[in-house]
């Protein structure tokens, strides 16, 4: 058997009743149906050529990443969620679904679905950086003077709504469950990087955290973003709003940058500390899972690898035999 090159940092995403994951040629998710049965998406990774050429720069390349996983994720959360309503339909609701199904994703709905992606993520990002900005201006806004001091309390505002918000939303049953598929994922990733056998017994003996999460990404844009807002001096609420979005992709690039270096160092015993604010915002947006969600995890990394196995050895143009590859949701 040969032995690849390098070796390839998996990732993935929770999704509803699934998990989603990516190698180096294919994503795929798989998602417990209601009879049971685990239904897979798999879809061949088409970068194009301009975009793995953006991969390689640093800065640029985290909000690359960003951006692409954010249109791909959503198209595999949609898969996920309409296999989720499909088993709550009636038998009549079903086939008139299927109708609609029948008439195919046209070139205008791809691209929709794309640029919805794309918007959301802006503005969900353009959201979550000004809300704190008006919270502590409304609050603290004649306290003092300094705007460090402004940034620093801008920040811990930040925090508590993330925390607030994570917390508020993993008391429903729906979200409940999507953060123990998201702890599933991690265990899969986590025993595959250790060398150990995919089965049910062995990944449930892993933590449910992981260095290389989108969670940690998320702590880490809160704290060197007040690091890196400080740099440039504010005076009036304008200039601070301006700031904020000027240099909203500075913060995410430096923090894309600085949760690989994160990752890399964590093996090392006085360094590994710099990932623990992110592994301690995941105990909100993970939970222990089951072992019939460890069972989807895993057969969705199976099937993963199987694929891009065969993808070493064919055109990533062809098909395969067996497999369901919509360019059209993945």
Not at 16 to 30: L, Q, S, Y
Not at 119 to 146: A, N, Q, Y
Request: charged share 20%; glycine share 6%.
């Amino acid at each position: 058997m040969s032995q690849k090159s390098a070796p390839v940092s998996y990732g993935g995403q929770a999704v509803i009743e699934g998990v989603m994951f990516g190698g180096k040629h294919v994503n795929v998710t798989a998602v417990r149906r209601k009879n049971n049965e685990i239904k897979f998406l798999e879809v061949p990774r088409e970068d194009k050529t301009w975009v793995r050429k953006l991969r390689k720069v640093p800065l640029l390349r985290g909000i690359i990443s960003l951006i692409d996983s954010s249109i791909k994720g959503s198209k595999h959360l949609n898969f996920s969620a309409d296999a989720y309503a499909d088993d709550s339909l009636e038998p009549e609701e079903r086939a008139q679904q299927k109708e609609k199904e029948e008439s195919g994703w046209s070139l205008s709905m791809i691209i929709g679905v794309a640029a919805v992606s794309v918007l959301s993520f802006i503005f969900g990002k353009l959201l979550f950086t000004l809300v704190p900005v008006f919270v502590e201006d409304f609050l603290f806004g004649d306290s003092f003077d300094h705007y460090i001091l402004h940034n620093l309390v801008e920040g811990v505002i930040k925090l508590i709504l993330l925390l607030a918000y994570l917390w508020g939303i993993s008391l429903t049953p729906v979200i409940k469950r999507l953060f123990q598929y998201h702890g599933a994922e991690h265990k899969v990733i986590s025993t595959f990087e250790a060398g150990e056998e995919l089965t049910v017994k062995n990944v449930q003996k892993h933590t449910r955290l992981h260095y290389r999460c989108g969670s940690s990404f998320m702590m880490l844009t809160i704290v060197l973003g007040v690091v890196i807002y400080s740099v440039v001096q504010w005076d009036s609420m304008t200039e601070r709003i301006i700031q904020r979005i000027a240099l909203l992709p500075v913060v995410l690039g430096i923090s894309f940058e600085f949760l690989k270096l994160t990752n890399s160092l964590r093996e090392v015993p006085v360094l590994r500390f710099l990932g623990y604010p992110g592994l301690w915002l995941q105990l909100l947006t993970t939970k222990e899972p089951t072992d019939d969600q460890v069972e989807v995890s895993i057969a969705s990394f199976n099937r993963m690898r199987e694929l891009d196995a065969q993808y070493e050895k064919i055109s990533v143009q062809q098909p395969l035999a067996g497999s369901v590859l919509d360019p059209a949701k993945g």
